[in-house]
Every structure is written in C-alpha cells, then in structure tokens.
Nanobody
Framework: QFQLVESGGGLVHPGGSLRLSCAASGYTLDHHAIGWFRQAPGKEREGVSCISSSNTQYADSVKGRFTISRDNAKTTVSLQMNSLKPEDTGLYYC?????????????????WGQGTQVTVSP
C-alpha cells in the first residue's frame, strides 16, 4: 500500500531552520507530484510548496525561505525551511499524486501522510 511518511518536524526558535522529509514506504516518488501543506490551529490547511517532473511552486509566504527538492534516487522529497517565523507553526503534511504537474490545491492529491509538527517559538 502506498503510504507517505513525514519526518523532521520539531521545536525551533524564530530565525532557525528545519528540514522536513517525505518518503513513500516501499515506493519511489519519481512519477509523482509531491506537495507540502500545513495546518495551523484554528486555520484551514494551506499549500506550502510542491514539486513535480515539470514544475515547482511556493506559497508567497514562504518564497525565498523554503526550498523543496527531490533526492537523486527519487525516494524522498525534502522541504528545507530557513528563517522560520512563528506563523510557520503548524502540522505539516506531504501529499502525492501520480501526475507530471503539481499545484498547491489540496483536492488534486490522492495520498496523504499523517503529518509532522513544526513549532516556531521564542
């Protein structure tokens, strides 16, 4: 069964960095578009970044601070998060769809991980 597993969350001070990873158990991700989404307490889930064979996208709120990448073996997609702010706090999910394009809309993704918590606090 295709399952996504996120890792790398934690507690960090403002200005700090974290690197999130998304892996599919027993599968490579080379045919999939992968998206990162987050949900803060009391807020709706929002798209953060995505990567596919054809494109990458970033939400305006993270441009210049976050970088999405795929490892050479196509087994993991990472989200490097720098200059973190308290408003980056939330539960971060990765999602996948077998498609050559990615977007930051949630409805286009078929598979979701359980999420990893990111907390940015002084």
């Amino acid at each position: 069964q295709f399952q996504l597993v996120e890792s790398g969350g934690g507690l960090v001070h403002p200005g700090g960095s974290l690197r999130l990873s998304c892996a599919a158990s027993g599968y490579t991700l080379d045919h999939h578009a992968i998206g990162w989404f987050r949900q803060a307490p009391g807020k709706e889930r929002e798209g953060v970044s995505c990567i596919s064979s054809s494109n990458t996208q970033y939400a305006d709120s993270v441009k210049g601070r976050f970088t999405i990448s795929r490892d050479n073996a196509k087994t993991t997609v990472s989200l490097q998060m720098n200059s973190l702010k308290p408003e980056d706090t939330g539960l971060y999910y990765c999602a996948a769809v077998d498609f050559r394009l990615c977007g930051l809309w949630q409805t286009g993704y078929d598979y979701w991980g359980q999420g990893t918590q990111v907390t940015v606090s002084p």
